[in-house]
């Protein structure tokens, strides 16, 4: 249980590692020795057992098997790979060798974290371990104990990054089973802005557990999309928190399918007037799969609006869970918030808990939620028939058009290609999508 | 004589165990248009719908040949393939599939079992903007999700463009004309008048003589209270129009065609 994870974090502690790291780090680890493995008595984890990770056996990947990893293996794992600037990580180590950190304007940073901790460490002080508490938050504990790799970005008051940001966090443990903990950091100074696309994947057993904190400067737009393509028999812990200052707008794109077990907690503060968020999530699993996204959306101050729409696709034996929690303090008059989940249930065994959790102190808000659950529209499925198609291929293309309504948001065209076909490919092996 | 392209004897059928259909006869050669009205509630859709095969319809006797073969046991999608269309009395909408994939795969679905080459992207687009356009439907409509937001008439054109890509042999057409404004009904009634021919049939299920004054029917059927109470040829609408359905339900009919 925790004695391997304290074992390995002194070994890996003993290495040379500067004083505020080393203090943050012995933290997080102390803080997770007293928390432990979160258990399903506690409300915030109710529906979702973590007793596979609790009870694995995994071990920190070596820095040395980086050099293994190729080009060509690279391009055969990630979904897609587009032109701009990409950190590239195995088993939670960086790959230098494959990132590419050219072309940025001047004043923008971006290196693995370990890198920035040195260069800029006055800001990363500032920010490293602010967005995402780790004192109620094992994972995020964990996370934190173990921390020296991951990306950081900076950039300055008006900043504009024309091509993506990607984030490529591969799991390979030939064999053994690894453990990362990726981390990332994003300061995003006035008026800029930027896309950032986080890639999770991986092949057979390993736990990945990250954590990425981003701070949304006044004005500042950040497009964020989260793809967790992990393999099947892998654990994906992801605890992801924002800052958002005045005017500023976070989109978040969440797009979970693979993985045994993930957990995703997002969450977001609107920490000034006119800043705005908007959660964007689909997930799709099958089998014995099981999927959790917790949410909240913090209305800190007046005039903010959220906006949230999270979709499911649930088949075979697979579980999922949706909490989202919306808050609106007792000053954020003026709020407008809107969320809604979606499921669509493929199978007899699927099954989903949904649940809003609206706390609103403020008395002039406009706040909307709503949950569905349902299955494919037999009469849909009808008239498709109707019209001479297949009745598996009918069910497949009402079910890909469930998944399109949050894909279809993502704006970089090849990915979203990429990604419908890789959806449509899974509900119909064999036949290519429109 | 040759073989009838449609041929219904006694058919039976109920729904949510309520029998509807209590023993339908009629046999469609083709080339021919027949039209069935009939008050509302007589089980005309019932019927269409039995024909295509949806699944809440329960045929509890009777049989239906379709070039001689066992209609009622093909699947829905098989039937579609072999040539029986029904455009629906409510078309329905299916966001997030675009009216382009759509009309594709379906077209390619009933292309392969007829043994047709499936048609590429572009030899696809030629053929259906040429549709369209008898049609007189915007190109816009084919990124659109498929009936999604469509107005009444839309949808109904929407039907009728599926049917003339089909290339069906036997099309039912259920109320198409409820609904729509003269124009359209001009437009719709043009389109299956350019689809008729020696080699296809028409059953024209409507409530209204009106749309016979533009599709021209070949035979004209009463349907009420689940039977064929009545037939004759395109006079018979013309009186039913003029006296109402109360004429033909009391007996009246006899006297004009059949
Ligand atoms: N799905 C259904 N469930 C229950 N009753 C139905 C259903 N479909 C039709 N009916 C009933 O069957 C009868 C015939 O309906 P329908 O075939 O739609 O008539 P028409 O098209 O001639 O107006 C009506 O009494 C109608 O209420
Ligand atoms: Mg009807």
Same mark, same amino acid.
């Given at each position: 249980?925790?004695?391997?994870?304290?074992?390995?974090?002194?070994?890996?502690?003993?290495?040379?590692?500067?004083?505020?790291?080393?203090?943050?780090?012995?933290?997080?680890?102390?803080?997770?020795?007293?928390?432990?493995?979160?258990?399903?008595?506690?409300?915030?984890?109710?529906?979702?057992?973590?007793?596979?990770?609790?009870?694995?056996?995994?071990?920190?990947?070596?820095?040395?098997?980086?050099?293994?990893?190729?080009?060509?293996?690279?391009?055969?794992?990630?979904?897609?790979?587009?032109?701009?600037?990409?950190? /590239?990580? #195995?088993? @939670?180590?960086?790959?230098? %060798?494959?990132?590419?950190? *050219?072309?940025?304007?001047?004043?923008? =940073?971006? +290196?693995?974290?370990?890198?920035?901790?040195?260069?800029?460490?006055?800001?990363?002080?500032?920010?490293?371990?602010?967005?995402?508490?780790?004192?109620?938050?094992?994972?995020?504990?964990?996370?934190?104990?173990?921390?020296?790799?991951?990306?950081?970005?900076?950039?300055?008051?008006?900043?504009?990054?024309?091509?993506?940001?990607?984030?490529?966090?591969?799991?390979?443990?030939?064999?053994?089973?690894?453990?990362?903990?990726?981390?990332?950091?994003?300061?995003?100074?006035?008026?800029?802005?930027?896309?950032?696309?986080?890639?999770?994947?991986?092949?057979?057993?390993?736990?990945?557990?990250?954590?990425?904190?981003?701070?949304?400067?006044?004005?500042?737009?950040?497009?964020? /999309?989260? #793809?967790? @393509?992990?393999?099947?028999? %892998?654990?994906?812990?992801? *605890?992801?928190?924002?800052?958002?200052? =005045?005017? +500023?707008?976070?989109?978040?794109?969440?797009?979970?399918?693979?993985?045994?077990?993930?957990?995703?907690?997002?969450?977001?503060?609107?920490?000034?007037?006119?800043?705005?968020?908007?959660?964007?999530?689909?997930?799709?699993?099958?089998?014995?799969?099981?999927?959790?996204?917790?949410?909240?959306?913090?209305?800190?101050?007046?005039?903010?609006?959220?906006?949230?729409?999270?979709?499911?696709?649930?088949?075979?034996?697979?579980?999922?869970?949706?909490?989202?929690?919306?808050?609106?303090?007792?000053?954020?008059?003026?709020?407008?918030?809107?969320?809604?989940?979606?499921?669509?249930?493929?199978?007899?065994?699927?099954?989903?808990?949904?649940?809003?959790?609206?706390?609103?102190?403020?008395?002039?808000?406009?706040?909307?939620?709503? %949950?569905?659950?349902?299955?494919?529209?037999?009469?849909?499925?009808?008239?498709?028939?109707?019209?001479?198609?297949?009745?598996?291929?009918?069910?497949?293309?009402?079910?890909?058009?469930?998944?399109?309504?949050?894909?279809?948001?993502?704006?970089?065209?090849?990915?979203?290609?990429?990604?419908?076909?890789?959806?449509?490919?899974?509900?119909?092996?064999?036949?290519?999508?429109? | 004589?040759?073989?009838?392209?449609?041929?219904?004897?006694?058919?039976?059928?109920?729904?949510?165990?309520?029998?509807?259909?209590?023993?339908?006869?009629?046999?469609?050669?083709?080339?021919?248009?027949?039209?069935?009205?009939?008050?509302?509630?007589?089980?005309?859709?019932?019927?269409?719908?039995?024909?295509?095969?949806?699944?809440?319809?329960?045929?509890?006797?009777?049989?239906?040949?379709?070039?001689?073969?066992?209609?009622?046991?093909?699947?829905?999608?098989?039937?579609?393939?072999?040539?029986?269309?029904?455009?629906?009395?409510?078309?329905?909408?299916?966001?997030?599939?675009?009216?382009?994939?759509?009309?594709?795969?379906?077209?390619?679905?009933?292309?392969?079992?007829?043994?047709?080459?499936?048609?590429?992207?572009?030899?696809?687009?030629?053929?259906?903007?040429?549709?369209?356009?008898?049609?007189?439907?915007?190109?816009?409509?084919?990124?659109?999700?498929?009936?999604?937001?469509?107005?009444?008439?839309?949808?109904?054109?929407?039907?009728?463009?599926?049917?003339?890509?089909?290339?069906?042999?036997?099309?039912?057409?259920?109320?198409?004309?409820?609904?729509?404004?003269?124009?359209?009904?001009?437009?719709?009634?043009?389109?299956?008048?350019?689809?008729?021919?020696?080699?296809?049939?028409?059953?024209?299920?409507?409530?209204?003589?009106?749309?016979?004054?533009?599709?021209?029917?070949?035979?004209?059927?009463?349907?009420?209270?689940?039977?064929?109470?009545?037939?004759?040829?395109?006079?018979?609408?013309?009186?039913?129009?003029?006296?109402?359905?109360?004429?033909?339900?009391?007996?009246?009919?006899?006297?004009?065609?059949?």
């Amino acid at each position: 249980m925790t004695t391997s994870y304290q074992q390995a974090f002194e070994k890996d502690l003993s290495r040379d590692v500067p004083g505020f790291l080393r203090r943050l780090r012995n933290e997080g680890m102390e803080r997770f020795a007293k928390l432990g493995f979160p258990n399903r008595r506690m409300e915030e984890w109710k529906y979702t057992g973590v007793d596979p990770i609790a009870q694995g056996d995994f071990h920190l990947g070596g820095d040395k098997e980086v050099s293994r990893f190729t080009l060509e293996e690279m391009h055969r794992m990630a979904f897609c790979v587009l032109p701009g600037p990409r950190l /590239v990580f #195995l088993n @939670g180590h960086f790959h230098p %060798a494959l990132s590419d950190l *050219s072309g940025l304007p001047a004043g923008v =940073r971006l +290196s693995n974290l370990g890198q920035a901790l040195q260069e800029d460490s006055l800001r990363v002080e500032t920010y490293l371990a602010k967005q995402v508490g780790f004192q109620d938050r094992a994972f995020a504990a964990l996370n934190t104990a173990f921390l020296q790799n991951g990306a950081y970005l900076y950039l300055p008051r008006g900043a504009v990054l024309t091509q993506p940001v990607q984030l490529l966090f591969v799991s390979h443990g030939n064999g053994a089973a690894v453990v990362s903990h990726p981390r990332v950091l994003v300061v995003a100074e006035s008026q800029s802005q930027a896309t950032l696309i986080e890639t999770y994947v991986g092949e057979g057993a390993y736990f990945t557990n990250a954590v990425t904190e981003i701070v949304a400067g006044e004005g500042a737009v950040i497009e964020h /999309v989260k #793809l967790q @393509g992990e393999s099947d028999s %892998a654990f994906h812990i992801a *605890s992801i928190g924002v800052h958002q200052e =005045r005017d +500023s707008l976070y989109t978040s794109h969440s797009i979970s399918l693979g993985g045994a077990l993930t957990r995703n907690d997002l969450g977001t503060t609107l920490d000034a007037e006119g800043a705005s968020a908007i959660f964007n999530g689909l997930y799709m699993v099958t089998g014995r799969q099981h999927v959790d996204n917790h949410t909240s959306i913090d209305h800190a101050k007046p005039h903010c609006t959220s906006a949230e729409l999270y979709k499911g696709i649930l088949d075979g034996h697979s579980q999922g869970v949706f909490n989202g929690r919306i808050l609106v303090r007792p000053d954020a008059q003026k709020t407008s918030s809107q969320q809604t989940n979606k499921n669509l249930i493929l199978s007899e065994d699927a099954l989903i808990n949904t649940k809003p959790l609206l706390e609103i102190y403020a008395n002039d808000v406009k706040c909307n939620h709503g %949950a569905t659950i349902g299955r494919l529209d037999e009469s849909q499925v009808f008239y498709l028939r109707a019209r001479g198609i297949d009745a598996k291929l009918a069910r497949s293309l009402l079910t890909y058009a469930f998944a399109s309504e949050v894909v279809g948001q993502i704006r970089q065209d090849l990915l979203r290609e990429r990604l419908q076909q890789l959806i449509f490919a899974r509900l119909m092996p064999g036949k290519e999508a429109a | 004589m040759t073989m009838a392209l449609l041929e219904i004897k006694n058919l039976h059928a109920k729904v949510e165990e309520k029998e509807i259909l209590q023993g339908i006869n009629l046999t469609v050669n083709a080339g021919e248009v027949h039209a069935i009205m009939g008050p509302n509630g007589s089980g005309k859709s019932t019927l269409a719908n039995v024909l295509a095969g949806r699944e809440n319809y329960e045929v509890t006797s009777g049989e239906v040949l379709y070039e001689g073969k066992n209609l009622l046991e093909m699947d829905i999608e098989d039937r579609a393939r072999a040539g029986v269309f029904l455009a629906f009395q409510y078309p329905i909408e299916i966001p997030g599939v675009s009216n382009a994939h759509f009309l594709k795969t379906a077209l390619n679905g009933v292309r392969k079992y007829r043994g047709l080459e499936e048609l590429d992207a572009m030899d696809f687009l030629t053929l259906v903007k040429e549709k369209m356009k008898l049609l007189q439907m915007d190109p816009t409509f084919l990124n659109r999700g498929v009936n999604e937001g469509f107005s009444g008439g839309e949808k109904k054109r929407n039907d009728i463009l599926q049917m003339a890509m089909l290339d069906p042999k036997l099309g039912i057409l259920d109320e198409t004309d409820s609904g729509l404004d003269i124009d359209s009904l001009r437009i719709v009634a043009e389109g299956v008048n350019a689809l008729r021919n020696p080699n296809r049939a028409f059953v024209l299920v409507t409530h209204y003589q009106r749309l016979l004054d533009y599709i021209v029917p070949d035979f004209v059927h009463v349907l009420s209270g689940g039977k064929i109470i009545a037939s004759g040829d395109k006079e018979l609408a013309v009186h039913l129009e003029e006296r109402g359905y109360g004429w033909v339900i009391e007996g009246g009919a006899k006297a004009v065609g059949a």
